[in-house]
T-cell receptor
Framework: DAGVIQSPRHEVTEMGQEVTLRCKPISGHDYLFWYRQTMMRGLELLIYFNNNVPIDDSGMPEDRFSAKMPNASFSTLKIQPSEPRDSAVYFC???????????FGDGTRLSIL | SQKIEQNSEALNIQEGKTATLTCNYTNYSPAYLQWYRQDPGRGPVFLLLIRENEKEKRKERLKVTFDTTLKQSLFHITASQPADSATYLCARMDSSYKLIFGSGTRLLVRP
């Protein structure tokens, strides 16, 4: 079975540019999560969706960050404009419901110069 | 706020020994705790879930305990192997039904 698929795996861009990260969850999973992982702060939840609807975006750091889930098989996390402090690994995860284990993609390593 | 804490120092053990990792939490006991494994450059992979009414759970060489009095979960790997070397994360659900992860403990198993 295909797991959670994220793209790109690596992204290097200059500050001020728009960055779009993509995620395809596991088919049939109703929940989708976006996390950010850094050495300083560990793994932090940014936002999560249930049945394509954003439920909690309290972890989104600033208005520069936005996330969408136009359908059950695709989600994007956008940063505009990007800043060097946004450099981190961004993970997408999905689960059958909110009390079930989460399945993570292999992340996007983002570097903002 | 609910916090979850893991030993940030790496655990370095000899192959064949039992590795024991600790996860401590604050405030009320969560309904369950989850343990994940993360390898470098990869996403976390779910290992075990233990509910508050379960004292212990096993899966092959893995064992997890949940002590609501001590507010602690212990994660054991018996007969450890170099392939067990990774970072292990514990996680709990907070009052907003969001999963909060600990910072992880890195395990190194020497051959």
């Amino acid at each position: 079975d295909a797991g959670v698929i994220q793209s790109p795996r690596h992204e290097v861009t200059e500050m001020g540019q728009e960055v779009t990260l993509r995620c395809k969850p596991i088919s049939g999973h109703d929940y989708l999560f976006w996390y950010r992982q850094t050495m300083m702060r560990g793994l932090e939840l940014l936002i999560y969706f249930n049945n394509n609807v954003p439920i909690d975006d309290s972890g989104m750091p600033e208005d520069r960050f936005s996330a969408k889930m136009p359908n059950a098989s695709f989600s994007t996390l956008k940063i505009q404009p990007s800043e060097p402090r946004d450099s981190a690994v961004y993970f997408c995860a999905s689960s059958l419901d909110n009390n079930q284990p989460q399945h993570f993609g292999d992340g996007t390593r983002l570097s903002i110069l | 706020s609910q916090k979850i804490e893991q030993n940030s120092e790496a655990l370095n053990i000899q192959e064949g020994k039992t590795a024991t990792l600790t996860c401590n939490y604050t405030n009320y006991s969560p309904a369950y705790l989850q343990w994940y494994r993360q390898d470098p450059g990869r996403g976390p992979v779910f290992l075990l879930l233990i509910r508050e009414n379960e004292k212990e759970k096993r899966k092959e060489r893995l064992k997890v305990t949940f002590d609501t009095t001590l507010k602690q979960s212990l994660f054991h790997i018996t007969a450890s192997q170099p392939a067990d070397s990774a970072t292990y994360l514990c996680a709990r659900m907070d009052s907003s039904y969001k999963l909060i992860f600990g910072s992880g403990t890195r395990l190194l198993v020497r051959p």
